[in-house]
C-alpha cells in the first residue's frame, strides 16, 4: 500500500513535470511589439528539449547544446538511501547490494525480498513438516491403536502452562494484530488524502492559468489588441496546459480510487485474520481442556494452513516495510540533494534551474508588457487633452488625470518599487472605477473622466492577466524545478512516512505473535490432549498405582 501511494505521488508529478513551458530568453520590445508566452520551436537551439537515453532509462532536460549528454554524464550519481538498502542480494551471488533505492532495479527488489525470505522459509518448512507429523499420527492413530497408559504429572502440568501462556500470547498478538492495522489504515488514508489535494491544487492552478492566458486573448485596450501570433501561441499553450490539468485530475482520481479499494481490502483481510486467528486460538484452548478431541483435530488441521498463511503475510509485511523506510529515506536525501544525479530522474524529469529561471523570466516579461500597454494608453489617450477630429482617440475625456499602473519589474525585470501617484495591481481596479464617465450613444462622455465603460472593462481584463500572471509566475518555476515536488516530500517525510513505517512494523509485528503463538498451540494441543487422555486412562484403570512415570508417556 505504501509503494502504491507513492507511485500515486510520482504519476501526479510526473504530469504536471511535463507541462510545456517557454524556454525562449529573446527579451520583447516595449510597446506596441509585446509578445506573451513562446512555445517551443525548432529553432530554439539554447533551448530544445533533448532525449536521452541512458543506461536503459529515458530522462528529459533542458540542453544547453551539444554538450548536454556530457553534462548529464558528468553529473555524479548520488546513491539514495545506500545505507538501508546495503542488503545480500540473490540475483548477485547474494553479494551486497550497493545501488541504494531504485524501484527499477530489479536487484533492489531482489536484495529487499530477500530480508522476507526467513518468514517464507518457516512457512514452507511448517507447512511440510508438521503436514507430514498429521499424516503419520493419523496412520498410526488408525493402524497400531493401542491402550494407552501411564502420565507424568509434571508433563501434564507444564503442557498445561505452555498452552495457557501460548494461548495468551496469540490473543496479545491478535490485539497487536488488529490495533496496528487500524492505525496503518488511518495513516494510509491521510497520506493517499494528501497527495489527492496536493493533485488537485495543482490542477486548478493549471486552469487558473489557463484562465488568465484565455483572457489575455481577448484584452483590447481602446482598439490595441495582442498580436496575432501571440493569440497563436497561447492557444496551443492553452490545448497543453488544460490536458495535462485534465490528465492530472482524471488520474489521480481513478489511482486514488484504485488505492483506497486496496487499503480498504488489506484492513478487511487482516481484521478477518486476526479474529479467525482470536476464535481458532478461543475454542482450540476450550475444546482441549474439556477433552473434544475431535474438534480439536479439526481445528489443528485448520490452524496448519493458516499458521502457514500468516508467515506469508509476515514476509510480506516485512517486505513493505523495508520498501516504506526505504522510500522515506530516499525522498529525504533528494530533498536534500535536489540537484544531484539520481534514481529519482527515471520518473521525475525536473528541467534545471537556468530554464526555471526563464519561465519566471517570461512570465515577468509578458505582465510588464500587458502593464506598458495599458499606461501607453492611459498617457497618451485618456489622460491626453485631443481635440475632437482626432476621434475615436478623443471621447471628451476630461478631469483629473488617471494615475498609472504600477509595474512591479524594471526594463532589466529587476523587482521595482511603486513611486508615488501609481497604483499597484491589487486595487488598481477600484482606483480607476472613481474616473469613468458616462457615454453618450455615441461613446463621447457626458459627464467628467477620463475612461468610458469599456476602457475601463478592457484595462481591468488587462490587470487580471496581469495579477494571475504575476501571482501564478512562481508557481509554474516551482512546477519546472521540482519545488513542489521537495516540498511534497518534505511533508510526506516529515508527517506521514513516520507513521506508515511505524505501524506497518506493527503489523508485522502481530503477525509475527500470531504466527507463533498458534503455532506453538497447535503442537500444545495436541501434547495437552494426550496427556490427559492418559490422565483420565491412569486415573480409570490404575486408580492405586504409585504417581510419577508410569512407562510410556
Known amino acids: 500500500m505504501s509503494l502504491q501511494l507513492f507511485s500515486l505521488v510520482i504519476t501526479s508529478f510526473l504530469l504536471v513535470s511535463n507541462i510545456p513551458f517557454s524556454s525562449s530568453s529573446q527579451h520583447s520590445s516595449p510597446f506596441p511589439t509585446y509578445q506573451t508566452l513562446h512555445t517551443p520551436s525548432a529553432e530554439l537551439k539554447s533551448g530544445r528539449v533533448v532525449e536521452l537515453v541512458n543506461r536503459g532509462r529515458r530522462e528529459r532536460f533542458l540542453g544547453g547544446g551539444d554538450d548536454s549528454e556530457e553534462q548529464l554524464n558528468s553529473t555524479p550519481l548520488l546513491v539514495l538511501a545506500a545505507k538501508t538498502t546495503y542488503r545480500k542480494d540473490p540475483l548477485n551471488h547474494f553479494h551486497k547490494y550497493t545501488g ?3 524501484i527499477s532495479n530489479p536487484h533492489y527488489w531482489a536484495s529487499v525480498a530477500y530480508t522476507a525470505v526467513p518468514f517464507f522459509f518457516i512457512g514452507a518448512i511448517w507447512f511440510v513438516v508438521f ?6 499420527i493419523c496412520l498410526c492413530f488408525c493402524c497400531c491403536r493401542k491402550e494407552p497408559y501411564g502420565y507424568s504429572r509434571i508433563a501434564y502440568a507444564l503442557s498445561l502452562i505452555l498452552l495457557t501462556l501460548f494461548t495468551i500470547a496469540a490473543i496479545v498478538g491478535c490485539v497487536v494484530l488488529y490495533t496496528g492495522q487500524g492505525k496503518y489504515h488511518s495513516s494510509s488514508m491521510s497520506t493517499l ?3 489527492v489535494e496536493q493533485a488537485d491544487t495543482t490542477s486548478e492552478n493549471l486552469r487558473n492559468v489557463s484562465q488568465y492566458l484565455s ?4 484584452i483590447n485596450v481602446d482598439q490595441v489588441f495582442l498580436p496575432s501570433n501571440v493569440q497563436s501561441d497561447i492557444d496551443l499553450i492553452l490545448n497543453k496546459i488544460n490536458s495535462s490539468a485534465n490528465i492530472l485530475s482524471s488520474q489521480t482520481q481513478d489511482n486514488s480510487h484504485k488505492i483506497k479499494n486496496v487499503i480498504e481490502s488489506v484492513r478487511l483481510a487482516l481484521i478477518v485474520l486476526s479474529a479467525v486467528m482470536l476464535l481458532l486460538t478461543f475454542l482450540g484452548f476450550v475444546f482441549s481442556i474439556f477433552g473434544m478431541q475431535f474438534l480439536v483435530y479439526l481445528l489443528v488441521i485448520a490452524g496448519w494452513i493458516l499458521v502457514t498463511a500468516t508467515f506469508i503475510l509476515c514476509g510480506i509485511f516485512l517486505l513493505l516495510h523495508n520498501v516504506t523506510g526505504d522510500t522515506c529515506v530516499a525522498m529525504s536525501q533528494w530533498v536534500e540533494n535536489p540537484t544531484a544525479h539520481t534514481a529519482l530522474d527515471d520518473i521525475l524529469p525536473c528541467v534545471d534551474n537556468a530554464t526555471a529561471q526563464e519561465t519566471l523570466t517570461k512570465s515577468k516579461e509578458v505582465t510588464s508588457q500587458l502593464i506598458n500597454l495599458m499606461n501607453t494608453v492611459i498617457t497618451n489617450i485618456s489622460n491626453n487633452n485631443l481635440p475632437p477630429n482626432v476621434a475615436p482617440f478623443y471621447y471628451n ?19 521595482r518599487a511603486c513611486t508615488p501617484g501609481e497604483v499597484d495591481l491589487s486595487s488598481v481596479t477600484q482606483v480607476w472605477s472613481g474616473y469613468v464617465c458616462e457615454t453618450s450613444g455615441n461613446g463621447v462622455c457626458v459627464t467628467k473622466g477620463r475612461l468610458t465603460r469599456d476602457m475601463y472593462s478592457q484595462m481591468s481584463a488587462g490587470v487580471n492577466v496581469s495579477y494571475g500572471l504575476y501571482k501564478y509566475g512562481p508557481f509554474l518555476v516551482n512546477l519546472e524545478d521540482c519545488t513542489f515536488v521537495r516540498e511534497t516530500f518534505t511533508d510526506i517525510n516529515g508527517r506521514y512516512c513516520p507513521g506508515l513505517r511505524k505501524y506497518s512494523q506493527w503489523i508485522y509485528i502481530g503477525l509475527v505473535m500470531v504466527a507463533t503463538a498458534v503455532m506453538l498451540s497447535l503442537l500444545f494441543w495436541v501434547i495437552y490432549g494426550r496427556e490427559r487422555r492418559h490422565r483420565v486412562y491412569t486415573k480409570e484403570h490404575m486408580p492405586h498405582h504409585p504417581a510419577g512415570f508410569q512407562g510410556d508417556k
Do not use: M, R
Open 100 to 102: 541504494g533505492w531504485n
Open 131 to 136: 503436514g507430514i507429523s498429521l499424516t503419520l
Open 193 to 195: 488524502e494528501y497527495v
Open 215 to 218: 483572457a489575455a486573448k481577448q
Open 397 to 415: 475625456q476630461s478631469g483629473p488625470p488617471v494615475p498609472n499602473l504600477c509595474n512591479p519589474f524594471n526594463p532589466d525585470l529587476t523587482d
